[in-house]
Protein backbone atom coordinates (compact mmCIF):
# COMPACT_ATOMS: atom_id res chain seq x y z
CA UNK A 1 0.00 0.00 0.00
CA UNK A 2 1.73 3.33 -0.90
CA UNK A 3 0.42 6.21 1.69
CA UNK A 4 0.29 9.68 -0.08
CA UNK A 5 1.62 11.30 2.54
CA UNK A 6 2.72 11.27 6.33
CA UNK A 7 -0.45 12.35 6.87
CA UNK A 8 -2.41 9.85 5.29
CA UNK A 9 -0.74 7.36 7.54
CA UNK A 10 -1.50 9.06 10.60
CA UNK A 11 -5.50 9.25 9.35
CA UNK A 12 -4.82 5.32 8.43
CA UNK A 13 -3.66 4.94 12.14
CA UNK A 14 -6.36 6.52 13.48
CA UNK A 15 -9.77 5.16 11.46
CA UNK A 16 -7.60 1.49 13.42
CA UNK A 17 -7.24 2.99 16.73
CA UNK A 18 -3.92 2.79 16.47
CA UNK A 19 -3.31 6.98 17.43
CA UNK A 20 -3.71 9.08 20.07
CA UNK A 21 -3.87 12.95 19.62
CA UNK A 22 -2.20 14.88 22.23
CA UNK A 23 -3.96 18.65 22.86
CA UNK A 24 -2.18 19.56 26.14
CA UNK A 25 1.20 21.37 25.71
CA UNK A 26 3.92 19.05 25.49
CA UNK A 27 7.65 20.85 25.29
CA UNK A 28 9.85 18.38 22.96
CA UNK A 29 12.74 19.28 25.69
CA UNK A 30 12.69 15.38 27.24
CA UNK A 31 8.76 15.79 27.99
CA UNK A 32 7.94 13.92 24.72
CA UNK A 33 9.95 11.40 25.02
CA UNK A 34 9.24 10.83 28.93
CA UNK A 35 5.88 10.27 27.64
CA UNK A 36 6.93 7.92 25.11
CA UNK A 37 9.02 6.14 26.56
CA UNK A 38 5.86 5.20 29.24
CA UNK A 39 3.64 4.30 26.51
CA UNK A 40 6.02 2.37 24.54
CA UNK A 41 7.05 -0.02 27.08
CA UNK A 42 3.34 -0.94 27.76
CA UNK A 43 1.54 -4.22 26.51
CA UNK A 44 2.18 -4.33 22.55
CA UNK A 45 4.13 -1.08 21.95
CA UNK A 46 0.86 0.99 23.30
CA UNK A 47 -0.32 3.72 20.61
CA UNK A 48 0.87 6.16 18.24
CA UNK A 49 1.20 9.68 19.66
CA UNK A 50 0.80 12.90 17.96
CA UNK A 51 1.61 16.12 19.36
CA UNK A 52 -0.27 18.45 18.41
CA UNK A 53 0.66 21.30 20.63
CA UNK A 54 4.40 21.87 21.16
CA UNK A 55 4.56 25.44 20.67
CA UNK A 56 6.23 25.03 17.48
CA UNK A 57 3.94 25.11 13.87
CA UNK A 58 4.23 21.36 13.75
CA UNK A 59 2.62 18.44 15.35
CA UNK A 60 4.95 15.87 16.37
CA UNK A 61 4.70 12.20 15.70
CA UNK A 62 5.99 9.44 17.44
CA UNK A 63 5.58 5.74 18.03
CA UNK A 64 4.07 5.44 14.55
CA UNK A 65 5.78 2.24 14.15
CA UNK A 66 6.12 0.79 17.84
CA UNK A 67 4.06 -2.34 17.78
CA UNK A 68 3.96 -5.27 15.41
CA UNK A 69 0.37 -4.40 13.81
CA UNK A 70 1.89 -0.74 13.39
CA UNK A 71 4.92 -1.89 11.60
CA UNK A 72 2.37 -4.25 9.53
CA UNK A 73 0.38 -1.01 8.68
CA UNK A 74 3.45 0.85 7.80
CA UNK A 75 4.48 -1.25 5.02
CA UNK A 76 0.66 -2.29 3.91
CA UNK A 77 1.01 -6.26 4.78
CA UNK A 78 -1.04 -8.20 6.90
CA UNK A 79 2.31 -10.52 8.09
CA UNK A 80 5.46 -8.86 8.42
CA UNK A 81 6.65 -12.74 6.79
CA UNK A 82 4.31 -12.09 3.70
CA UNK A 83 7.06 -9.56 3.01
CA UNK A 84 10.00 -12.18 2.73
CA UNK A 85 7.04 -14.84 1.21
CA UNK A 86 6.93 -12.59 -1.34
CA UNK A 87 10.68 -11.71 -1.77
CA UNK A 88 11.95 -15.65 -2.01
CA UNK A 89 8.48 -16.72 -4.45
CA UNK A 90 10.61 -13.53 -7.08
CA UNK A 91 13.88 -14.44 -6.71
CA UNK A 92 12.53 -18.75 -7.24
CA UNK A 93 11.08 -17.60 -10.48
CA UNK A 94 13.39 -15.33 -11.87
CA UNK A 95 15.86 -17.97 -11.37
CA UNK A 96 14.11 -20.67 -12.84
CA UNK A 97 15.51 -21.95 -16.19
CA UNK A 98 13.49 -20.63 -19.05
CA UNK A 99 13.07 -23.28 -21.85
CA UNK A 100 10.92 -22.15 -23.87
CA UNK A 101 9.37 -19.12 -25.63
CA UNK A 102 5.94 -19.64 -23.23
CA UNK A 103 8.35 -19.78 -20.40
CA UNK A 104 9.80 -16.19 -21.75
CA UNK A 105 6.34 -15.22 -21.72
CA UNK A 106 5.57 -15.77 -19.00
CA UNK A 107 8.27 -13.66 -17.30
CA UNK A 108 7.04 -10.44 -18.67
CA UNK A 109 4.28 -9.59 -16.13
CA UNK A 110 7.14 -9.52 -13.89
CA UNK A 111 9.79 -7.93 -15.37
CA UNK A 112 6.43 -5.36 -15.64
CA UNK A 113 6.70 -5.18 -11.90
CA UNK A 114 10.05 -4.68 -11.45
CA UNK A 115 10.09 -1.80 -13.76
CA UNK A 116 7.37 -0.19 -11.95
CA UNK A 117 9.25 -0.31 -8.39
CA UNK A 118 12.18 1.77 -9.60
CA UNK A 119 12.49 4.88 -8.17
CA UNK A 120 11.76 7.84 -11.26
CA UNK A 121 12.68 11.66 -11.21
CA UNK A 122 9.63 13.61 -12.14
CA UNK A 123 9.95 17.50 -13.35
CA UNK A 124 9.04 20.54 -11.64
CA UNK A 125 8.53 20.30 -7.61
CA UNK A 126 7.18 18.47 -5.36
CA UNK A 127 4.69 18.48 -2.38
CA UNK A 128 7.48 18.87 -0.17
CA UNK A 129 8.60 22.24 -1.79
CA UNK A 130 5.01 24.08 -1.39
CA UNK A 131 6.79 26.34 1.37
CA UNK A 132 10.29 27.55 1.33
CA UNK A 133 11.73 29.02 4.37
CA UNK A 134 12.84 32.69 3.41
CA UNK A 135 16.11 31.86 5.95
CA UNK A 136 16.75 28.38 6.96
CA UNK A 137 16.25 27.63 10.10
CA UNK A 138 15.99 24.33 11.83
CA UNK A 139 15.18 26.32 15.28
CA UNK A 140 11.43 26.80 14.01
CA UNK A 141 11.32 22.64 14.04
CA UNK A 142 10.33 20.62 17.06
CA UNK A 143 13.39 19.24 17.74
CA UNK A 144 13.40 16.56 20.34
CA UNK A 145 16.36 16.44 23.11
CA UNK A 146 15.01 12.97 24.58
CA UNK A 147 17.33 12.31 27.45
CA UNK A 148 19.02 14.43 30.16
CA UNK A 149 22.62 13.76 29.51
CA UNK A 150 22.16 14.62 25.62
CA UNK A 151 24.39 16.61 23.84
CA UNK A 152 21.31 18.92 22.74
CA UNK A 153 18.39 18.53 20.54
CA UNK A 154 19.03 15.66 17.46
CA UNK A 155 17.05 14.93 14.38
CA UNK A 156 16.05 11.07 15.07
CA UNK A 157 13.75 9.94 11.97
CA UNK A 158 16.42 11.53 8.96
CA UNK A 159 16.14 10.11 6.08
CA UNK A 160 20.08 11.30 4.17
CA UNK A 161 20.39 11.08 0.85
CA UNK A 162 23.83 11.01 -0.63
CA UNK A 163 25.89 9.97 -3.85
CA UNK A 164 29.25 8.94 -4.89
CA UNK A 165 30.96 11.90 -6.66
CA UNK A 166 32.70 9.35 -9.32
CA UNK A 167 29.08 6.47 -10.19
CA UNK A 168 26.23 8.87 -9.17
CA UNK A 169 24.97 5.88 -7.15
CA UNK A 170 22.87 7.20 -4.14
CA UNK A 171 22.66 6.25 -0.72
CA UNK A 172 19.86 6.76 1.64
CA UNK A 173 20.71 5.96 5.09
CA UNK A 174 19.64 7.09 9.07
CA UNK A 175 22.05 8.86 11.31
CA UNK A 176 21.03 10.77 13.94
CA UNK A 177 21.56 14.50 13.42
CA UNK A 178 22.92 16.76 16.45
CA UNK A 179 21.39 20.54 15.96
CA UNK A 180 24.52 22.77 16.79
CA UNK A 181 22.61 26.28 15.58
CA UNK A 182 19.81 27.35 12.94
CA UNK A 183 22.19 26.07 10.12
CA UNK A 184 24.05 23.93 11.62
CA UNK A 185 23.80 19.79 12.98
CA UNK A 186 26.33 16.90 13.16
CA UNK A 187 26.37 14.57 10.53
CA UNK A 188 26.93 10.70 12.72
CA UNK A 189 28.13 8.54 9.89
CA UNK A 190 30.44 5.98 11.19
CA UNK A 191 33.23 4.23 8.87
CA UNK A 192 31.25 1.07 8.13
CA UNK A 193 28.38 2.85 6.44
CA UNK A 194 28.21 3.71 2.26
CA UNK A 195 27.37 7.91 3.22
CA UNK A 196 30.84 7.62 5.14
CA UNK A 197 32.69 6.26 1.95
CA UNK A 198 31.10 8.87 0.21
CA UNK A 199 32.40 11.35 2.28
CA UNK A 200 35.78 9.88 1.68
CA UNK A 201 35.66 9.81 -1.85
CA UNK A 202 34.75 13.68 -2.04
CA UNK A 203 37.73 14.67 0.32
CA UNK A 204 39.82 12.63 -1.97
CA UNK A 205 38.38 15.01 -4.60
CA UNK A 206 38.33 18.33 -2.23
CA UNK A 207 34.95 18.51 -3.19
CA UNK A 208 31.87 19.77 -1.17
CA UNK A 209 29.17 17.07 -0.50
CA UNK A 210 26.41 17.52 -1.27
CA UNK A 211 23.56 16.09 1.13
CA UNK A 212 19.74 16.60 1.03
CA UNK A 213 17.14 14.80 4.07
CA UNK A 214 13.71 14.38 4.36
CA UNK A 215 11.76 13.26 7.22
CA UNK A 216 8.29 12.27 6.84
CA UNK A 217 6.36 10.70 3.64
CA UNK A 218 5.61 7.50 3.47
CA UNK A 219 6.92 5.50 5.92
CA UNK A 220 8.07 2.71 3.80
CA UNK A 221 10.57 5.45 2.70
CA UNK A 222 11.77 5.18 6.76
CA UNK A 223 12.09 1.83 6.71
CA UNK A 224 14.00 1.61 3.70
CA UNK A 225 16.93 4.22 4.67
CA UNK A 226 17.45 1.79 7.60
CA UNK A 227 17.02 -1.59 5.73
CA UNK A 228 20.78 -3.78 5.64
CA UNK A 229 20.78 -3.72 1.69
CA UNK A 230 23.51 -4.34 -0.52
CA UNK A 231 25.31 -1.34 -1.53
CA UNK A 232 24.51 -1.34 -5.26
CA UNK A 233 20.56 -1.14 -4.40
CA UNK A 234 18.44 1.48 -4.47
CA UNK A 235 16.63 2.09 -0.96
CA UNK A 236 13.64 3.16 -3.29
CA UNK A 237 13.58 0.46 -4.97
CA UNK A 238 12.96 -1.23 -1.67
CA UNK A 239 10.91 1.50 -0.86
CA UNK A 240 8.83 1.28 -4.70
CA UNK A 241 8.48 -2.63 -3.97
CA UNK A 242 6.80 -2.53 0.01
CA UNK A 243 4.29 0.17 -1.73
CA UNK A 244 3.96 -0.98 -4.52
CA UNK A 245 4.54 1.98 -6.19
CA UNK A 246 7.54 3.89 -7.78
CA UNK A 247 9.05 7.22 -5.54
CA UNK A 248 8.17 9.62 -7.79
CA UNK A 249 11.58 11.85 -6.72
CA UNK A 250 12.16 15.46 -7.17
CA UNK A 251 15.98 18.00 -7.60
CA UNK A 252 16.75 19.86 -4.61
CA UNK A 253 16.28 23.11 -4.88
CA UNK A 254 19.83 24.59 -3.43
CA UNK A 255 21.63 20.95 -4.15
CA UNK A 256 20.12 19.87 -7.37
CA UNK A 257 22.73 16.93 -7.89
CA UNK A 258 20.36 15.05 -5.46
CA UNK A 259 16.93 13.81 -5.36
CA UNK A 260 14.52 13.63 -2.81
CA UNK A 261 11.08 12.08 -2.56
CA UNK A 262 8.19 14.53 -3.84
CA UNK A 263 5.61 13.77 -1.22
CA UNK A 264 8.22 14.07 2.19
CA UNK A 265 6.96 16.23 4.91
CA UNK A 266 10.26 18.28 5.21
CA UNK A 267 13.00 18.53 3.27
CA UNK A 268 16.37 20.09 4.93
CA UNK A 269 19.18 20.67 1.94
CA UNK A 270 22.49 21.57 2.57
CA UNK A 271 26.44 20.54 2.29
CA UNK A 272 29.59 18.90 4.25
CA UNK A 273 32.35 20.10 3.40
CA UNK A 274 35.32 17.46 3.83
CA UNK A 275 38.36 20.02 4.66
CA UNK A 276 36.32 21.47 7.24
CA UNK A 277 37.45 21.18 10.91
CA UNK A 278 35.55 17.94 11.99
CA UNK A 279 32.58 18.93 15.33
CA UNK A 280 32.47 17.05 18.93
CA UNK A 281 29.31 15.46 18.67
CA UNK A 282 27.27 13.91 21.22
CA UNK A 283 26.81 11.91 23.96
CA UNK A 284 23.62 10.56 23.34
CA UNK A 285 20.96 8.32 24.41
CA UNK A 286 21.14 5.68 22.04
CA UNK A 287 18.93 1.77 21.27
CA UNK A 288 21.56 0.03 23.43
CA UNK A 289 20.08 1.51 26.59
CA UNK A 290 23.28 3.20 27.14
CA UNK A 291 24.41 6.76 26.15
CA UNK A 292 26.76 6.43 22.89
CA UNK A 293 29.65 8.88 24.12
CA UNK A 294 30.48 12.29 22.37
CA UNK A 295 33.17 11.94 19.69
CA UNK A 296 34.24 13.89 16.34
CA UNK A 297 31.93 13.89 13.27
CA UNK A 298 31.57 16.08 10.35
CA UNK A 299 29.53 19.50 9.72
CA UNK A 300 26.20 19.43 7.89
CA UNK A 301 25.71 22.88 6.65
CA UNK A 302 21.99 23.62 5.96
CA UNK A 303 21.34 25.98 2.62
CA UNK A 304 17.41 25.09 2.47
CA UNK A 305 14.26 24.26 4.02
CA UNK A 306 11.33 22.76 2.28
CA UNK A 307 7.85 21.75 3.26
CA UNK A 308 4.69 20.86 2.61
CA UNK A 309 1.55 23.06 3.98
CA UNK A 310 0.29 20.46 6.10
CA UNK A 311 3.50 19.01 7.16
CA UNK A 312 4.15 16.87 10.18
CA UNK A 313 7.50 16.28 12.07
CA UNK A 314 7.81 12.64 12.75
CA UNK A 315 10.32 11.33 15.40
CA UNK A 316 11.53 8.31 17.67
CA UNK A 317 13.19 7.68 20.83
CA UNK A 318 15.83 4.90 21.06
CA UNK A 319 16.83 3.76 25.28
CA UNK A 320 16.34 1.14 27.43
CA UNK A 321 14.59 -1.65 25.26
CA UNK A 322 11.63 -2.15 24.24
CA UNK A 323 11.09 0.68 21.96
CA UNK A 324 9.99 1.76 18.87
CA UNK A 325 13.18 0.36 17.02
CA UNK A 326 12.55 -2.87 18.45
CA UNK A 327 9.30 -3.33 15.87
CA UNK A 328 11.57 -2.02 12.68
CA UNK A 329 14.30 -4.26 13.68
CA UNK A 330 11.73 -7.07 13.73
CA UNK A 331 10.64 -6.01 10.36
CA UNK A 332 14.14 -6.21 9.11
CA UNK A 333 14.28 -9.73 11.28
CA UNK A 334 11.32 -10.65 9.27
CA UNK A 335 12.02 -9.40 6.19
CA UNK A 336 15.55 -10.39 5.12
CA UNK A 337 15.68 -13.80 6.00
CA UNK A 338 14.42 -15.24 2.92
CA UNK A 339 16.87 -13.32 1.08
CA UNK A 340 19.79 -14.73 3.77
CA UNK A 341 18.55 -17.90 3.37
CA UNK A 342 18.67 -18.13 -0.69
CA UNK A 343 21.57 -16.26 -1.10
CA UNK A 344 24.29 -17.04 1.80
CA UNK A 345 22.59 -19.50 4.22
CA UNK A 346 20.36 -22.23 2.48
CA UNK A 347 20.25 -24.41 5.45
CA UNK A 348 18.69 -21.68 7.45
CA UNK A 349 15.14 -22.17 8.52
CA UNK A 350 14.69 -19.19 10.91
CA UNK A 351 16.30 -15.97 12.28
CA UNK A 352 14.97 -14.49 16.07
CA UNK A 353 16.64 -11.44 17.46
CA UNK A 354 15.71 -10.98 20.88
CA UNK A 355 14.85 -7.67 22.28
CA UNK A 356 17.43 -7.64 24.85
CA UNK A 357 19.91 -8.35 22.49
CA UNK A 358 19.53 -5.07 20.73
CA UNK A 359 20.05 -6.28 16.85
CA UNK A 360 23.54 -6.91 16.80
CA UNK A 361 24.38 -8.07 20.29
CA UNK A 362 21.94 -11.31 19.84
CA UNK A 363 21.18 -13.33 16.95
CA UNK A 364 19.52 -16.87 17.07
CA UNK A 365 20.13 -18.59 13.77
CA UNK A 366 17.89 -21.99 13.19
CA UNK A 367 19.39 -24.56 10.39
CA UNK A 368 18.54 -27.90 8.93
CA UNK A 369 21.14 -29.53 10.13
CA UNK A 370 22.88 -32.42 7.76
CA UNK A 371 26.39 -33.03 8.33
CA UNK A 372 29.13 -32.28 11.40
CA UNK A 373 30.35 -28.82 11.55
CA UNK A 374 27.17 -27.04 9.89
CA UNK A 375 26.85 -24.32 13.02
CA UNK A 376 30.48 -23.14 11.66
CA UNK A 377 29.99 -22.91 8.52
CA UNK A 378 26.71 -20.75 8.92
CA UNK A 379 28.59 -18.95 11.42
CA UNK A 380 31.60 -18.23 9.08
CA UNK A 381 28.68 -17.40 6.23
CA UNK A 382 26.47 -14.82 8.38
CA UNK A 383 29.51 -13.05 10.13
CA UNK A 384 30.21 -12.23 6.32
CA UNK A 385 27.33 -10.87 5.18
CA UNK A 386 26.69 -7.46 5.34
CA UNK A 387 25.27 -5.87 8.48
CA UNK A 388 25.71 -9.46 10.60
CA UNK A 389 29.62 -8.92 10.22
CA UNK A 390 28.51 -6.49 13.62
CA UNK A 391 26.84 -9.56 15.61
CA UNK A 392 28.23 -10.40 18.92
CA UNK A 393 26.35 -13.34 20.27
CA UNK A 394 25.21 -16.06 17.55
CA UNK A 395 23.45 -18.44 18.92
CA UNK A 396 22.47 -21.84 16.63
CA UNK A 397 20.14 -23.91 17.20
CA UNK A 398 18.75 -26.74 14.89
CA UNK A 399 15.09 -27.82 13.40
CA UNK A 400 14.24 -30.01 16.86
CA UNK A 401 13.07 -26.76 18.69
CA UNK A 402 11.06 -23.63 18.64
CA UNK A 403 13.23 -21.10 18.49
CA UNK A 404 10.11 -18.22 19.15
CA UNK A 405 9.71 -20.07 22.55
CA UNK A 406 12.78 -19.00 24.44
CA UNK A 407 12.86 -21.24 27.16
CA UNK A 408 12.50 -24.54 24.49
CA UNK A 409 14.96 -23.15 22.75
CA UNK A 410 17.40 -22.62 26.21
CA UNK A 411 16.77 -26.33 27.33
CA UNK A 412 17.18 -27.84 23.34
CA UNK A 413 20.43 -26.33 23.23
CA UNK A 414 22.36 -26.89 26.36
CA UNK A 415 21.21 -30.28 26.06
CA UNK A 416 23.08 -30.03 22.83
CA UNK A 417 26.26 -27.95 24.61
CA UNK A 418 29.55 -28.84 25.72
CA UNK A 419 30.91 -25.46 27.03
CA UNK A 420 34.80 -26.78 26.31
CA UNK A 421 34.00 -27.42 23.01
CA UNK A 422 31.01 -26.29 21.27
CA UNK A 423 31.22 -22.30 22.03
CA UNK A 424 33.73 -20.70 19.21
CA UNK A 425 35.66 -17.46 19.91
CA UNK A 426 36.36 -15.08 16.84
CA UNK A 427 36.96 -11.40 16.81
CA UNK A 428 36.48 -8.27 13.91
CA UNK A 429 34.12 -5.21 13.08
CA UNK A 430 31.58 -4.38 16.00
CA UNK A 431 29.01 -2.04 16.02
CA UNK A 432 30.69 1.55 17.02
CA UNK A 433 28.00 1.79 19.71
CA UNK A 434 29.32 -1.46 21.25
CA UNK A 435 31.10 0.22 24.47
CA UNK A 436 32.46 -3.17 25.53
CA UNK A 437 34.73 -3.31 23.26
CA UNK A 438 38.41 -2.86 24.04
CA UNK A 439 38.86 -0.88 20.68
CA UNK A 440 36.34 0.98 18.97
CA UNK A 441 34.60 -1.07 16.42
CA UNK A 442 36.61 -4.03 16.97
CA UNK A 443 36.29 -7.16 19.33
CA UNK A 444 35.44 -10.86 19.97
CA UNK A 445 32.53 -12.47 19.18
CA UNK A 446 31.27 -15.51 20.07
CA UNK A 447 28.88 -18.54 18.54
CA UNK A 448 27.19 -21.14 20.87
CA UNK A 449 26.53 -24.62 18.67
CA UNK A 450 23.36 -25.70 20.21
CA UNK A 451 22.59 -28.19 17.74
CA UNK A 452 22.27 -31.99 18.05
CA UNK A 453 25.76 -33.53 17.43
CA UNK A 454 27.30 -35.81 15.15
CA UNK A 455 29.73 -38.59 16.35
CA UNK A 456 32.62 -36.31 14.92
CA UNK A 457 31.67 -33.67 17.23
CA UNK A 458 31.47 -34.86 20.33
CA UNK A 459 34.43 -35.16 22.64
CA UNK A 460 33.70 -37.67 25.41
CA UNK A 461 35.10 -35.61 28.51
CA UNK A 462 34.01 -32.66 29.59
CA UNK A 463 29.86 -33.53 29.75
CA UNK A 464 28.54 -33.19 32.47
CA UNK A 465 27.58 -36.45 34.16
CA UNK A 466 24.51 -35.49 36.27
CA UNK A 467 20.92 -33.81 36.25
CA UNK A 468 20.89 -32.51 39.94
CA UNK A 469 20.28 -29.17 40.44
CA UNK A 470 20.43 -29.21 43.82
CA UNK A 471 21.82 -25.14 44.82
CA UNK A 472 22.64 -24.09 48.51
CA UNK A 473 22.62 -20.10 47.32
CA UNK A 474 22.50 -18.92 51.11
CA UNK A 475 25.45 -21.13 51.30
CA UNK A 476 27.35 -19.65 48.11
CA UNK A 477 25.87 -16.13 49.29
CA UNK A 478 27.91 -16.43 52.79
CA UNK A 479 31.31 -17.82 51.39
CA UNK A 480 31.39 -15.15 48.71
CA UNK A 481 30.56 -11.78 50.22
CA UNK A 482 31.27 -10.11 46.71
CA UNK A 483 28.64 -12.26 45.29
CA UNK A 484 25.23 -9.79 46.21
CA UNK A 485 22.77 -12.36 43.86
CA UNK A 486 22.33 -15.49 42.21
CA UNK A 487 19.15 -16.26 39.62
CA UNK A 488 18.80 -19.98 39.63
CA UNK A 489 15.27 -20.41 38.46
CA UNK A 490 16.51 -21.14 34.88
CA UNK A 491 17.84 -24.59 36.83
CA UNK A 492 14.19 -25.78 37.72
CA UNK A 493 13.28 -25.35 34.28
CA UNK A 494 16.11 -27.68 33.15
CA UNK A 495 18.19 -25.08 32.21
CA UNK A 496 21.68 -25.33 33.24
CA UNK A 497 22.56 -21.69 33.61
CA UNK A 498 22.59 -19.12 36.66
CA UNK A 499 22.95 -15.16 36.89
CA UNK A 500 24.66 -14.25 39.94
CA UNK A 501 25.61 -10.52 40.44
CA UNK A 502 29.48 -9.53 41.50
CA UNK A 503 30.51 -6.09 43.33
CA UNK A 504 33.67 -6.28 41.63
CA UNK A 505 36.93 -5.09 43.93
CA UNK A 506 40.19 -6.70 42.43
CA UNK A 507 41.92 -8.03 38.82
CA UNK A 508 41.02 -10.72 37.49
CA UNK A 509 37.88 -10.89 40.32
CA UNK A 510 35.28 -12.85 37.88
CA UNK A 511 37.72 -15.36 36.39
CA UNK A 512 39.28 -16.34 39.84
CA UNK A 513 35.52 -16.30 41.58
CA UNK A 514 34.53 -18.35 38.33
CA UNK A 515 37.38 -20.87 39.03
CA UNK A 516 36.13 -21.27 42.54
CA UNK A 517 32.75 -21.45 42.17
CA UNK A 518 32.92 -24.32 40.08
CA UNK A 519 35.02 -26.03 42.55
CA UNK A 520 31.91 -26.78 44.56
CA UNK A 521 30.03 -29.69 44.43
CA UNK A 522 26.76 -27.86 43.25
CA UNK A 523 28.34 -26.70 40.43
CA UNK A 524 28.41 -29.88 38.58
CA UNK A 525 25.31 -30.07 36.62
CA UNK A 526 26.00 -25.90 35.84
CA UNK A 527 26.94 -25.24 32.27
CA UNK A 528 27.36 -21.90 32.46
CA UNK A 529 27.58 -18.94 34.66
CA UNK A 530 26.54 -15.09 33.51
CA UNK A 531 28.07 -12.42 35.78
CA UNK A 532 26.91 -8.92 36.24
CA UNK A 533 27.73 -5.99 38.44
CA UNK A 534 26.26 -5.79 42.08
CA UNK A 535 23.39 -2.79 40.95
CA UNK A 536 21.45 -5.22 38.48
CA UNK A 537 18.59 -7.18 39.73
CA UNK A 538 19.55 -10.50 39.05
CA UNK A 539 15.61 -11.92 39.07
CA UNK A 540 14.18 -9.27 36.57
CA UNK A 541 15.77 -11.91 33.80
CA UNK A 542 15.36 -9.32 30.79
CA UNK A 543 16.66 -6.24 32.21
CA UNK A 544 19.54 -8.80 33.42
CA UNK A 545 20.36 -10.30 29.73
CA UNK A 546 19.76 -6.85 28.78
CA UNK A 547 22.74 -5.00 30.55
CA UNK A 548 24.80 -8.82 30.50
CA UNK A 549 24.96 -8.65 26.86
CA UNK A 550 25.46 -4.91 26.67
CA UNK A 551 28.43 -5.25 28.66
CA UNK A 552 30.43 -8.79 27.42
CA UNK A 553 32.79 -8.60 24.92
CA UNK A 554 33.16 -12.39 24.63
CA UNK A 555 36.76 -13.76 23.55
CA UNK A 556 38.27 -11.23 26.33
CA UNK A 557 35.77 -11.91 29.20
CA UNK A 558 34.91 -15.58 28.55
CA UNK A 559 36.34 -18.40 31.10
CA UNK A 560 35.92 -21.90 30.06
CA UNK A 561 36.80 -24.46 32.95
CA UNK A 562 37.04 -28.21 33.32
CA UNK A 563 36.93 -28.86 37.23
CA UNK A 564 37.52 -32.46 38.43
CA UNK A 565 34.00 -34.52 38.79
CA UNK A 566 34.11 -34.98 42.47
CA UNK A 567 33.57 -39.29 42.58
CA UNK A 568 34.89 -40.29 39.18
CA UNK A 569 38.35 -39.96 39.06
CA UNK A 570 40.14 -38.64 36.13
CA UNK A 571 36.93 -36.95 34.67
CA UNK A 572 36.42 -33.77 34.11
CA UNK A 573 33.66 -31.60 33.92
CA UNK A 574 33.10 -28.48 31.97
CA UNK A 575 31.62 -25.06 32.36
CA UNK A 576 31.73 -21.77 31.18
CA UNK A 577 31.63 -18.08 32.73
CA UNK A 578 30.77 -15.05 31.14
CA UNK A 579 32.00 -11.26 32.44
CA UNK A 580 28.86 -9.28 31.87
CA UNK A 581 29.72 -6.66 34.20
CA UNK A 582 31.26 -2.79 33.91
CA UNK A 583 34.92 -2.64 33.02
CA UNK A 584 37.58 0.19 34.25
CA UNK A 585 40.82 1.31 33.90
CA UNK A 586 41.77 0.17 37.41
CA UNK A 587 39.77 -3.53 37.86
CA UNK A 588 39.98 -4.39 34.08
CA UNK A 589 43.44 -2.42 32.23
CA UNK A 590 40.15 -0.88 30.28
CA UNK A 591 40.78 2.31 28.60
CA UNK A 592 38.15 3.56 26.84
CA UNK A 593 35.49 5.13 28.70
CA UNK A 594 32.05 3.57 29.76
CA UNK A 595 29.06 4.82 29.25
CA UNK A 596 26.12 5.38 31.46
CA UNK A 597 22.72 3.56 31.01
CA UNK A 598 19.81 6.05 30.27
CA UNK A 599 17.29 7.06 32.65
CA UNK A 600 14.96 10.08 32.89
CA UNK A 601 15.97 13.10 35.60
CA UNK A 602 13.73 13.64 38.22
CA UNK A 603 12.45 17.30 37.17
CA UNK A 604 10.69 15.44 33.99
CA UNK A 605 9.37 12.58 35.57
CA UNK A 606 7.53 15.00 38.14
CA UNK A 607 6.54 17.60 34.98
CA UNK A 608 5.14 14.15 33.26
CA UNK A 609 3.32 13.19 36.65
CA UNK A 610 1.18 16.43 37.25
CA UNK A 611 0.61 16.57 33.69
CA UNK A 612 -0.83 13.16 33.02
CA UNK A 613 -4.22 13.37 33.38
CA UNK A 614 -4.50 15.67 31.11
CA UNK A 615 -3.02 14.24 28.48
CA UNK A 616 -6.27 12.00 27.70
CA UNK A 617 -3.97 9.04 27.29
CA UNK A 618 -5.27 6.56 29.28
CA UNK A 619 -4.55 4.96 33.49
CA UNK A 620 -1.48 6.49 34.98
CA UNK A 621 1.78 5.18 33.85
CA UNK A 622 4.73 5.50 36.20
CA UNK A 623 8.36 6.39 34.66
CA UNK A 624 10.19 3.13 33.41
CA UNK A 625 13.53 5.09 34.80
CA UNK A 626 12.16 4.33 38.30
CA UNK A 627 13.38 0.73 37.77
CA UNK A 628 16.95 1.77 36.30
CA UNK A 629 18.14 4.97 38.83
CA UNK A 630 19.85 2.53 41.27
CA UNK A 631 21.80 0.71 38.43
CA UNK A 632 23.09 4.46 37.64
CA UNK A 633 26.94 5.27 38.23
CA UNK A 634 26.81 8.74 39.11
CA UNK A 635 24.35 11.20 36.57
CA UNK A 636 26.84 11.85 34.22
CA UNK A 637 26.58 10.21 30.34
CA UNK A 638 30.43 8.99 31.36
CA UNK A 639 30.23 6.59 34.27
CA UNK A 640 33.68 7.58 37.21
CA UNK A 641 36.61 5.74 36.22
Known amino acids: MAYKHLKHFIDTLEKAGELIRIKTYVDPRLEIAEITDRVSKSPNGGKALLFENTGYDFPVLINSMGSYKRMCMAL ?17 LLSKPKEGLLDKLAMLPKLGQFASWMPKVVSGKGACQEVIMAEPDLSKLPVMQCWPKDGGPFITLPVIHTKDPNTGTRN ?74 KVELVRCITQPEIEVPAD ?40 AITHRKDAVYPSTIVGIPPQEDAWIGKATERIFLAPIKMTMVPEIIDMEMPVEGVFHNLVIAQIK ?87 EEIEGNGEQLTSNYAFNKAEILKRFPEVKGINDSLLKEDIPCILVSVQKSRPLHIKELNEQLYCLPEMTAVKMVLYVEHTVDVNDLPSALWRFCNNLDPRRDSFVVRPPL ?76
Open 76 to 92: GVNELDDVANEIEALVK
Open 566 to 641: PGHPGKTGAGIGMDGTLKTRVLDNFERDWPNIIVADDATIKIVDEKWQSLNIGPFIASPSHKYKSQMYGEEAVVPQ
Open 369 to 455: KDYPGQAQKVMNAMWGAGQMMFNKILAVADEGTNIQDYKELARYMFKHLNPATDIYFSQGPMDVLDHSCSKMGFGGKMCIDGTRKYE
Open 172 to 245: VGMYRMQVFDKTMTGMHWHKHKVSAKHFMEYKKLKKRMPVAVILGGDPAYTYSATAPLPENVDEYMLAGFLRKQ
Open 264 to 303: ADFVIEGYVDPEEELIWEGPFGDHTGYYSLADWYPRFHVT
